[in-house]
């Protein structure tokens, strides 16, 4: 009986050996793939340490990404919304601004990751909307400022990162650093 246990844990310490053996990563051995090795890790370093810019010149601002958005693409299409008047329950006439969204690098129709959309408005357009006078969303609230200049203001659209999509986190961690620079 004592011998069948000495058996069972040698082959158990074995087997544990063995696996924990696989799991451990190879060492290069050769010069070459050592270096080659170092210059993937200070790329991926320096890359990590560099944020990324998108400089829009027609609308002048510049936001600031992560590293890991490099590579990023930009989708220019229009937000479109309803005016109110006074005196009328229904909307008088519909509106369109620019809608910029950033799109991660990594996103696919398969692995959707989480847009930076941005919408401009012009200071008149701006106006209504905080009077409740232009509705842009079905959301109970309107679009939250994220920077001005002299002529537009950038806004995120209501419920920006209510989808639980990759990069949600990113995004918001991103838009609590302020990223946008309008000039």
């Known amino acids: 009986m004592i011998d069948t246990r000495k058996a069972v844990l040698s ?3 074995i087997l544990g050996l063995a ?15 050592a270096m080659q090795l170092q ?3 200070e790329a991926a370093d320096s890359r ?3 944020p990324v810019t998108y400089d829009n010149k ?5 936001i600031t990404l ?3 958005w490099k590579g990023y693409s930009i989708i220019v299409g229009e937000w479109h919304g309803s005016v109110y008047e006074e005196g009328h329950d229904s ?3 519909q509106i369109k601004g620019p809608l910029i969204t950033i799109k991660h690098p990594l996103w696919t129709d398969a692995n959707p990751w989480q847009d930076l959309p941005m919408m401009v408005f012009t200071h008149v357009q701006w106006k209504y909307v905080a009077e409740y006078r232009i509705e842009v969303s079905a959301a109970p609230f309107g679009p939250g400022e994220i920077g001005r200049n002299a002529k537009y203001l950038f806004t995120l659209p209501p419920r920006l990162t209510v989808a639980d999509v990759n990069g949600r986190d ?3 961690e991103m838009l609590r650093h302020q990223p946008l620079h309008a000039y």
Do not use: C, D, M, N
């Open 11 to 13: 082959a158990t310490f």
């Open 19 to 33: 696996a924990y053996s696989l799991g451990r990563p190879q060492i290069k051995t050769t010069h070459e793939e």
């Open 39 to 41: 210059t993937q890790t």
């Open 48 to 50: 990590a340490a560099k």
């Open 58 to 62: 027609k609308y002048r601002f510049r």
């Open 66 to 68: 992560p590293a890991s």
């Open 91 to 93: 909307p008088t006439q």
């Open 170 to 172: 990113e995004v918001e």
